[in-house]
């Protein structure tokens, strides 16, 4: 066991003081240190066993000062010259420890691509020598998702080329250990560039439905199809383009005189017209929260049917991937809807429950709880608002003297 031991403490040894050697700067000078050191540990030693054999011995009460003496010179010069050999590194280790709070220490940075020259040359309006600079980095950093999406950038804003930055987007697609959030961002990019400068919603549509495909069922593809329901259409572009023209009918002359602004006021939509229209959308996009929502909006306030609102929002707050503050949203809403043009108080506190359900602990909770303490109060100001009817006036209130308002 005890030639174990040893086996054990001397490979222990060799490994701390090879890791030593390999982290040094100078390991020629390290290993210098390392024999002056043993040289020292050796005399030391040996002037112990000395000192030892001539207590054990019987020396005279001289001969033993003498020794003993002789013995703490040695032992005091061995201190000195260990002393000089390690202290520029104990200085050094208890330096490098007091510097770290300052400037952090030894640790290596991790090395990260450089794009602020990119970025000054497309200030100045250099485009193709930003493209360099930006290509040098990436054949660094090949993955970089910043450089790629700053590539697709000039390549669609400053250079007029649009399968140029499609291109570098499919590239940043096909790169490994991509984030999903990322590569959202990039094809919503992809989408904005083929809107506004391709005049193609068909191909802005491709690159939503790409998002679809590649993270479904996460709140990604929930929001990629919000913005698919509400693409600009061809036909939209096209009228666009070429604006239709509007014959103006007769119009009233003295329009500037007329004393109301009912006269003028545009006549409003047929609402169940809207709603044919909302319908035949959501028959499309199912998906649709804004449709569904004004959809909502026209059963209770022109129907008078809460129960097929009820209904929109129970499909809108079912849909998969649903953002918590979109379902928040919604169910405050439903529970307006009830307190507003149904009076029920319980049916809102239903609702309101729901929030606390779903998300205990968050803020949005605490704000349903606090809501659901002033229901009473809500629906009574509601309903104050319905009666709130003015009084008599004076007609003739302006020529009435000061003293006379004041009686």
Same mark, same amino acid.
């Given at each position: 066991?005890?030639?174990?031991?040893?086996?054990?403490?001397?490979?222990?040894?060799?490994?701390?003081?090879?890791? %030593?050697?390999?982290?040094?700067?100078?390991?020629?000078?390290?290993? !210098?240190?390392?024999?002056?050191?043993?040289?020292?540990? +050796?005399?030391?030693?040996?002037?112990?066993?000395?000192?030892?054999? &001539?207590?054990?011995?019987?020396?005279?009460?001289?001969?033993?000062?003498? +020794?003993?003496?002789?013995?703490?010179? !040695?032992?005091?010069?061995?201190?000195?010259?260990?002393?000089?050999? %390690?202290?520029?590194?104990?200085?050094?280790?208890?330096?490098?420890?007091?510097?770290?709070?300052?400037?952090?220490?030894?640790?290596?940075?991790?090395?990260?691509?450089?794009?602020?020259?990119?970025?000054?040359?497309?200030?100045? $309006?250099?485009?193709?020598? #930003?493209? &360099?600079?930006?290509?040098?980095?990436? &054949?660094?950093?090949?993955?970089?998702?910043?450089?790629?999406?700053?590539?697709? @950038?000039?390549?669609?804003?400053?250079?007029?080329?649009l399968a140029g930055a499609h291109l570098t987007i499919v590239r940043l697609l096909g790169e490994p250990n991509q984030s999903p959030v990322n590569l959202t961002l990039a094809l919503n990019r992809l989408a904005d560039w083929?809107?506004?400068? $391709?005049?193609?919603?068909?191909?802005?549509?491709?690159?939503?439905?790409?998002?679809?495909?590649?993270?479904?069922?996460?709140?990604?593809?929930? /929001?990629?199809?919000?913005?698919?329901?509400?693409?600009?259409?061809?036909?939209?572009? =096209?009228?666009?383009?070429?604006?239709?023209?509007?014959?103006?009918?007769?119009?009233?002359?003295?329009?500037?005189?007329?004393?109301?602004?009912?006269?003028?006021?545009?006549? *409003? @939509?047929?609402?169940? =017209?809207?709603?044919?229209? /909302?319908?035949?959308?959501?028959e499309q996009h199912p998906q649709d929260s804004e449709a569904r929502e004004k959809l909502a909006a026209i059963y209770v306030e022109h129907y008078q049917r809460l129960d097929l609102a009820a209904d929109q929002f129970e499909?809108?707050?079912?849909?998969?991937?649903?953002? #918590?503050?979109?379902?928040?949203?919604?169910?405050?809403?439903? =529970?307006?809807?009830?307190?507003?043009? =149904?009076?029920?108080?319980?049916?809102? !506190?239903?609702?309101?429950?729901?929030?606390?359900?779903?998300?205990?602990?968050?803020?949005?909770?605490?704000? *349903?709880?606090?809501?659901?303490?002033?229901?009473?109060?809500?629906?009574?100001?509601?309903?104050?608002?319905?009666?709130?009817?003015?009084?008599?006036?004076?007609?003739?209130?302006?020529?009435?003297?000061?003293? $006379?308002?004041?009686?």
């Open positions: 066991m005890d030639i174990l031991g040893l086996v054990v403490c001397a490979g222990l040894v060799g490994w701390v003081l090879y890791r %030593w050697l390999k982290k040094s700067d100078e390991p020629a000078r390290l290993i !210098s240190k390392w024999v002056i050191t043993a040289v020292m540990v +050796v005399i030391t030693w040996r002037i112990a066993a000395s000192k030892m054999a &001539a207590s054990a011995g019987g020396l005279d009460y001289a001969t033993a000062f003498v +020794v003993a003496i002789t013995c703490a010179i !040695s032992c005091a010069i061995c201190g000195i010259v260990l002393g000089i050999t %390690w202290g520029s590194n104990i200085g050094g280790f208890f330096g490098r420890h007091l510097g770290t709070l300052y400037d952090g220490g030894d640790v290596e940075v991790a090395p990260t691509p450089f794009y602020s020259i990119a970025e000054a040359k497309r200030k100045q $309006g250099k485009y193709r020598e #930003a493209v &360099a600079e930006i290509e040098k980095q990436l &054949a660094k950093f090949p993955g970089d998702f910043t450089g790629r999406l700053m590539l697709a @950038e000039i390549h669609a804003e400053n250079l007029d080329d083929h809107l506004r400068y $391709g005049q193609d919603p068909n191909s802005a549509r491709e690159a939503l439905e790409r998002i679809l495909w590649m993270f479904p069922e996460t709140e990604q593809a929930y /929001l990629a199809s919000q913005r698919i329901a509400h693409l600009t259409t061809p036909e939209m572009l =096209a009228e666009k383009r070429e604006p239709r023209r509007i014959e103006l009918g007769q119009y009233q002359q003295n329009l500037g005189l007329l004393d109301g602004s009912s006269l003028v006021k545009p006549p *409003a @939509e047929d609402p169940a =017209a809207v709603a044919s229209n /909302l319908v035949k959308h959501l499909q809108l707050l079912a849909q998969p991937n649903l953002p #918590a503050r979109q379902a928040v949203h919604l169910l405050n809403t439903f =529970a307006d809807l009830h307190i507003k043009h =149904a009076g029920d108080v319980t049916a809102a !506190s239903q609702v309101l429950q729901r929030i606390v359900d779903l998300f205990p602990r968050s803020a949005a909770a605490e704000n *349903a709880k606090k809501r659901m303490a002033y229901l009473q109060l809500e629906l009574r100001s509601k309903k104050e608002s319905k009666v709130l009817k003015l009084g008599s006036y004076e007609q003739n209130i302006g020529l009435k003297t000061r003293s $006379g308002l004041t009686d």
